[in-house]
């Protein structure tokens, strides 16, 4: 069975531009989330979308947006990047994505974004 | 700043020998995860904690949660080379929602 797919698994851009990041979840996860981890430090939470609906959000600039589609995939946007943007993004699915129900996350290999 | 604090933040170990890596929470944690991540790649689950007290066990890592649930300790017997790599705990029910909070990671490197 695959795991969580995301693409590109490398991505280069400069300053002020857009950028789009795509995950595939485990079939049959209903939920997905995003993170952003910089180097050197642990994964952020950015955003949870469970039954094409945000769950939660974390403290990111409305310059961060995404959404799921009816087959349970998602794409994050990021506009206007900026130097800081620069990171590995990290998607991770989960079967519920309810509340505390101890439900451990698959994570994907992630996308490295490097911006310029 | 981070809600988990591990340490330590790297650490050095000669193939064969063991390590202990913590986590600590100012809150009580209503579920521990410990994953390890190659570097620049993605986060690979190693196990999850939920009951204080509680202590799993896959090949030669250990982990285990204390009573009061506000620390857990990540223990690898006669490290390999495989083990190398970066250890991140996680957290659930520490922002009021579901989603994870991480460390900032340990950094293990083994030397043969």
């Known amino acids: 069975d695959a795991g969580v797919t995301q693409s590109p698994t490398h991505l280069i851009k400069t300053r002020g531009q857009q950028v789009t990041l795509r995950c595939s979840p485990i079939?049959?996860?209903?939920?997905v989330s995003w993170y952003q981890q910089v180097l050197g430090q642990g994964p952020q939470f950015i955003f949870q979308y469970y039954e094409k609906e945000e769950r939660g959000r974390g403290n990111f600039p409305d310059r961060f947006s995404a959404r799921q589609f009816p087959n349970y995939s998602s794409e994050l946007n990021v506009n206007a990047l900026l130097l800081g943007d620069s990171a590995l993004y990290l998607c991770a699915s989960s079967t519920f994505g309810a509340p505390s129900t101890n439900e451990k996350l698959f994570f994907g290999s992630g996308t490295q974004l490097s911006v310029l | 700043s981070q809600e988990l604090e591990q340490s330590p933040q790297s650490l050095i170990v000669q193939e064969g020998k063991n390590l202990t890596i913590n986590c600590t929470s100012s809150k009580t944690l209503y579920g521990l995860y410990w994953y390890k991540q190659k570097y620049g790649e993605g986060l690979i689950f190693l196990m999850m904690l939920q009951k204080g007290g509680e202590e799993k066990s896959h090949e030669k890592i250990t982990a285990k949660l204390d009573e009061k649930k506000q620390q857990s300790s990540l223990h690898i017997t006669a490290s390999q080379p495989s083990h190398a790599g970066i250890y991140l705990c996680g957290a659930d029910g520490l922002l009021n929602d579901y989603k994870l909070s991480f460390g900032a990671g340990t950094t293990v490197t083994v030397r043969a």
């Open positions: 079939s049959g996860h209903k939920s």
